[in-house]
């Protein structure tokens, strides 16, 4: 029997720059394996100075989607140009989207601190829903922005 797993169109390519997509089965390994990816695009499109903050976002993102859903992949689409890193990660659960809060209590300490994570290392991020009136999966996304230097 065959599964057709919907997946969104990859958002457009920025001003300059490429789309890469990666789907990794939903596994304990698919958080290392989606930082693995991203630290390698990272390197290549030479955005090093992104890498840390990147691979904490990608890595809170594939860990949420591997824990609270049962997609069978989980996709990764990465656009990036000579300015910006755009990650969006997408999951079979439209109907649970990242809920903003202030800096988390003692008690979620090593939990739900996703969203303050965004928060504070992305330039921009938000969540998208696919599939109109009938929802079947939802992408999360951060872009991280190059740091202009002065001359």
Not at 68 to 76: C, N, S, Y
Not at 96 to 103: A, E, H, Q
């Amino acid at each position: 029997m065959t599964i057709a797993i919907p997946t969104p169109l990859p958002p457009p390519p920025p001003q300059g720059g490429e789309t890469y997509r990666l789907a990794v089965p939903n596994t304990a390994a698919a958080p290392k394996i989606a930082r693995d990816f991203l630290d390698s695009l990272l390197r290549v499109s030479r955005h090093d100075a992104l890498t840390h903050d990147a691979r904490l976002c990608v890595t809170e993102l594939v860990t949420n989607a591997h824990r609270h859903t049962q997609t069978r992949l989980i996709g990764v689409t990465v656009a990036v140009n000579r300015k910006r890193v755009t990650v969006h990660v997408t999951d079979n659960k439209p109907w649970s989207l990242p809920v903003p809060r202030t800096v988390p209590t003692v008690h979620e300490l090593g939990c739900g601190q996703g969203v303050f994570l965004l928060d504070s290392v992305a330039e921009t991020w938000g969540s998208t829903i696919y599939g109109g009136l009938h929802p079947s999966h939802k992408a999360v996304w951060f872009t991280l922005a190059r740091r202009e230097t002065a001359a």
